[in-house]
């Protein structure tokens, strides 16, 4: 059997499909034997796309990028991935390996690139090798802490002969758990005076919620949410959610002050920018989870599903912590609507898309926009790097399993990934685009504003573009907001390509 038959039957058996890519002349020979491929005009694109859809089917992926400059291309995107936990298999064509020696067109050291963002890679050497080596890559790929895997496949490769042996690979749930860790930690509990719990983004990525909301009941303590996780936590609307922690070590710290024992379950600190060297000193903290860095604290390896079932018999209550109604919520909407500022705006979206998944990168609103839209199951994803250019196509591959997802991005994050709307519109997937536009990279004119003054009006930090005119070139219907936000509406109807333009208020927001 030939090397692409072989890779076919493979990808077929694993159920791989769709393969999401940007091919070029190396990637042909391995492309003869798939028929579902979804085709995007950036090799990042594919890849932002596969993280979507890996996101939300917590599944491996397989994405085809165009040998080194294919894996140049995606560079950010793949980074993103990896931060964001997304098991997607990554396969790039190599030169024929007769002539590597020469050096030629379109050939480099692959596996060396991938050494960024893979937790296992390789080049393929013979067809005997292929459905091995995806299989292994496949369990690589899902095993916690999830992350992106790298394959190479030499063009003489998919045309030698080789055999195929069907086999399955293991697809496991991942339930690790020690029952001295549950003990160690519930008596840790039990002896506190004064907890808290940090929750994370592993609690959206486990389908722990129903726990999550168990324990916090049990225990009645504050319960806050990981600084700039990638996708929901805990229910935002429960009455012992304390909010989001931001990513100062210094506000981190002020937070949680007044706390003995810090339970960080599926969790994580993403810091930025710098406001001092120590993180929580003095503090016992305790790190639970399959995704920890073990930056911080005593740290347990434990699915934080069966983790919470295990604990919660085995804790007594410590507080009676009940979060106080917030009657300035609507107040300050409302406030805001005459300069269409973010918190009228982020209210109104949260109004008309509260049972769609958000997919945010409006960066310098996004705080206003969680604080309002609030987190749920599956409800919320953004770009745990801090990447622009990500939500659009991560959108569109969610999109193509949840047809109900808004993507709420900046006009000048548009621009980074803008042809993903011809994959949109190609596909039929559905499209639910709002675009903020301030006309400005208002997260850096902001950070300049608290850092650099003399530079946040800078030219260079204020593009101006026809954002109607770019978006409506792809076929894409297009309108843009009026004063009541009555667009809205028309925007979530339907399963079409729609996209709403809001012109926002200009004002340099106090971000840092």
Not at 505 to 512: G, T
Request: one cysteine or more.
């Amino acid at each position: 059997m030939k090397g692409y038959k072989i890779f076919g039957n493979v990808l077929r058996d694993l159920k791989l499909s769709p393969v999401l890519g940007n091919p070029g002349t190396t990637e042909l020979p391995m492309l003869r034997d798939i028929s579902n491929y979804v085709l995007t005009l950036h090799d990042g694109i594919a890849v932002g796309m596969a993280d979507g859809i890996a996101l939300w089917t917590r599944k491996p992926v397989l994405v085809n990028l165009h040998t080194d400059l294919g894996l140049g291309n995606a560079m950010a995107f793949l980074m993103t991935a990896a931060r964001n936990h997304s098991p997607l298999i990554v396969t790039a064509g190599q030169q024929d390996q007769r002539h590597l020696a020469y050096e030629p067109l379109l050939s480099g050291n692959l596996t060396e690139m991938a050494d960024n963002f893979a937790k296992y890679r390789t080049e393929v050497r013979k067809p005997d090798d292929i459905a091995y080596e995806i299989r292994k890559a496949y369990q690589i790929a899902e095993e916690p802490p999830r992350s992106p895997v790298f394959l190479s496949f030499p063009m003489d490769v998919m045309e030698a002969e080789g055999s195929y042996v069907y086999e399955d690979v293991a697809r496991s749930t991942h339930n690790v758990m020690d029952e001295d860790d549950v003990i160690a930690v519930a008596n840790a509990i039990n002896d506190a005076k004064n907890p808290a719990v940090i929750f994370g983004s592993e609690i959206d990525e486990f389908d722990a919620f129903s726990e999550a909301m168990a324990f916090a009941e049990k225990l009645g303590c504050p319960v806050y949410s990981e600084p700039l996780g990638n996708r929901s936590s805990y229910p935002s609307d429960d009455p012992h959610y304390a909010g989001e922690l931001y990513p100062a070590a210094a506000l981190v710290d002020l937070d949680l002050m007044q706390y003995d024992l810090l339970l960080f379950i599926g969790s994580d600190l993403t810091l930025y920018p710098y406001t001092t060297d120590l993180i929580l000193p003095g503090k016992r903290k305790i790190v639970i989870g399959l995704n920890n860095r073990r930056m911080i604290g005593e740290t347990y390896r434990a699915n934080p599903k069966i983790f919470l079932a295990r604990i919660l018999d085995l804790v007594h209550r410590k507080c009676n912590f009940r979060r106080s109604r917030d009657y300035m919520k609507l107040t300050d909407a409302v406030r805001d609507k005459k300069k269409m500022g973010q918190k009228y705006v982020s209210y109104r979206i949260s109004k008309y898309f509260s049972d769609f998944t958000m997919v945010d990168e409006a960066i310098s609103v996004s705080e206003t926009l969680r604080h309002y839209f609030g987190y749920r199951p599956n409800g919320y994803f953004t770009a745990r790097s801090g990447q622009i250019g990500w939500a659009l196509p991560a959108s569109l591959g969610i999109a193509m399993y949840n047809p109900k997802v808004v993507t709420v991005v900046g006009d000048g994050s548009l621009m980074y990934s803008i042809q993903a709307l011809w994959t949109a519109k190609h596909y039929g997937i559905p499209l639910k685009l709002i675009v903020l536009e301030n006309g400005g990279y208002n997260i850096l004119r902001s950070y300049a504003m608290s850092y650099f003054p003399e530079i946040s009006d800078a030219e260079y930090l204020r593009p101006e573009m026809d954002i109607e005119s770019i978006v409506s070139s792809y076929g894409i219907d297009v309108r843009i907001a009026d004063a009541e936000l009555k667009e809205l509406e028309w925007l979530r109807s339907g399963s079409d390509q729609k996209a709403l333009i809001v012109k926002m208020d200009r004002s340099i927001p106090s971000m840092f």
